[in-house]
């Protein structure tokens, strides 16, 4: 499940039960003041589940919508989500070396500040891919594209990631093109 399913997923369910939990509280406040309950009309509620039963449509669809909700919780609780930290290769095979990825993002955005030429940059790591967008105020971007994408792959073997990144590099200029 991606980030947003899991925020969405999350929110729901915190809204459903802030919303259940304080229906409880006003109705316990008002019978312990003496009152009435007023959110839960619990003669009516009573009734009609005494009416119903297991076979009928709306109990059935109901238990299956909260059967679907507990498994949808269950595989989001279980599910890793995205992986923060990025295994590095090591020369010792007891030792785990892993970067976090904003400092891996951090390491490579330095490499590409160091190159003559970028004014300014900006650096995306995924799962997969390194995505590096580059200013420069040179009119001829060719070969800076060609800096850019060698100077990334070089800080990436540099530093032993496990996997291979796919780089995208985007350079555009400030200046005027002929």
């Known amino acids: 499940m991606s980030g947003v399913g899991h925020r969405i997923l999350c929110a729901l369910t915190a809204l459903v039960l802030t919303a259940a939990g304080t229906s409880v509280l006003i109705d316990v406040i008002a019978v312990a003041a003496g009152h009435p309950t007023t959110v839960w009309p619990q003669q009516a509620l009573a009734t009609h589940l005494a009416d119903s039963h297991w076979g009928d ?91 850019v994408r060698d100077a990334v792959h070089e800080r990436l073997e540099a530093l032993r990631t496990d996997r291979e990144y796919r780089v995208t590099v985007k350079v555009r200029t400030t200046g005027r093109r002929p």
């Open 57 to 147: 449509i709306t109990v059935m669809a109901v238990a299956a919508a909260i059967a679907v909700l507990g498994l949808l919780l269950l595989r989001a609780a279980a599910s890793r989500g995205r992986r923060r930290l990025v295994p590095l290769l090591s020369a010792d095979e007891h030792t785990r070396t892993v970067a976090t990825r904003r400092g891996l993002c951090r390491s490579v955005a330095e490499a590409v500040g160091q190159i003559d030429g970028v004014d300014a940059h900006h650096t995306r790591i995924g799962r997969r891919r390194v995505k590096v967008k580059a200013t420069t105020p040179r009119r001829s971007i060719e070969q800076l594209h060609d800096l």
